[in-house]
């Protein structure tokens, strides 16, 4: 039987975003929405192209996630986290999940490299460089990103006993990974535009950036 690797795509109202994300999910690539109460009707165009939906009625990125990967399928073992607004290109999900499928490594992320000079905007560019130089420094683990896109086996990931329900998630997912040994590498991966007339939670803004940063911050200070 040919693998199905589940996607998690942690969402709160990215219905215009997910047309295009859903049409280009390789083949072989299932999406789960893990939705954190949309009121823009993502969770219907997310099953109108198929994809399975968990409602996560606590909010925050690391609920979402965490609920996304409760409800993936133990069987093929690798699965696979991308944000649902249209900035990465599914397309480059294998990037990810295949040296964790072929055992080379543990933790596979992406390293966002912008496709256009506004995808990124500066003041989050640059919360994320702080944060991703003191990972370096602390940890060795040489990372650049905090790995908005990545895959992993889902065994391993809920073995690690992530808490952060919030923003902090993917921050307590390097140190905890890094602090378990795992073999953790990063691969460039296109950063777009968000879908048109949508705005990031955390990067669209100065006060979600600073949002984040701080939950980031409390996982660090744990």
């Known amino acids: 039987m040919p693998f ?4 998690v795509l942690p ?7 997910l047309p295009w994300l859903l049409a280009r999910m390789p083949d072989g690539y299932r ?25 996560v009625p606590r909010r925050g990125y690391g609920a979402a996630v965490h609920a996304g990967l409760l409800a993936a399928d133990p069987a093929d073992g690798v699965v696979c986290v991308m944000d649902a607004d249209g900035s990465f290109d599914p397309a480059q999900l294998p990037l990810l999940a295949d040296p964790v499928r072929a055992g080379d490594v543990d933790l596979a992320c992406g390293r966002r490299r912008p496709t256009t000079a506004g995808a990124w905007p500066p003041h989050a560019r640059l919360g994320n460089a702080v944060l991703a130089r003191r990972i370096r420094r602390e940890t060795g683990v040489p ?6 896109m990545r895959a992993a086996r889902r065994d ?33 991966v296109d950063y777009r535009p968000r879908a048109s007339g949508t705005r990031s939670k955390v990067t669209g803004t100065v ?8 939950d980031m911050r409390a996982v660090l200070a744990r």
Request: hydrophobic share 45%.
């Open 4 to 7: 199905m690797t589940d996607v």
């Open 11 to 17: 969402c709160l109202n990215e219905a215009a975003a």
């Open 31 to 55: 999406p789960i929405l893990a939705d954190n109460g949309s009121s823009d009707g993502s969770p219907e165009v997310a099953r109108s192209f198929g994809a399975r939906v968990v409602d």
């Open 143 to 148: 990372v650049h990103d905090i790995a908005p």
């Open 156 to 188: 391993a990931l809920l073995a690690l006993g992530l808490t952060d329900r919030r923003f902090g998630y993917p921050l307590e997912l390097l140190l905890a990974a890094a602090r378990t040994g795992w073999r953790i590498t990063e691969t460039d």
């Open 207 to 214: 006060r979600g950036t600073l949002r984040a940063v701080a």
